[in-house]
């Protein structure tokens, strides 16, 4: 089993910047993508980006590329989303979450494992 943990959502003025951890223990993830989702209530769960499991290669949504960054550190166990240039389109609850295979995809069905989310709101 693996267990995800994120922290480090908050509140924000449109501009701002926030960066998410994500913890993650148990069961080894060294060889597994990991990836960052979020929803809004109402909504489907969306792709936001990945990270293949030697942080070499990242893909992002086309809404957060060049605002958002993913990285990891496996020594750590964390992954990590740095958000820069936030916008209120950005709210929602945002989810880690560690996909079945080392593949990056934007699929929640690919994905094994996921974090209870954090909360993330930025106010115009």
């Known amino acids: 089993q693996v267990q995800l943990v994120e922290s480090g959502g908050g509140w924000v003025q449109a501009g701002g910047s926030l960066k998410l951890s994500c913890a993650v223990s148990?069961?080894?993830?060294?060889?597994?993508?990991m990836g960052w989702f979020r929803q809004v209530s109402g909504k489907d769960r969306e792709f936001v980006a990945g990270?293949?499991?030697?942080?070499?290669?990242?893909r992002y949504s086309d809404s957060v590329k060049g605002r958002f960054a993913i990285s990891r550190d496996n020594a750590k166990n964390t992954v990590y989303l740095q958000m820069n240039n936030l916008t209120p389109e950005d709210t929602a609850v945002y989810y880690c979450?560690?996909?079945?295979?080392?593949?990056?995809?934007?699929?929640?069905?690919?994905?094994?494992?996921w974090g209870q989310g954090t909360q993330v709101t930025v106010s115009s």
């Open positions: 979450a560690a996909a079945r295979t080392s593949v990056v995809g934007s699929y929640t069905w690919m994905y094994a494992y």
């Open positions: 148990g069961r080894a993830t060294s060889g597994r993508a």
């Open positions: 990270v293949i499991p030697d942080g070499g290669s990242t």
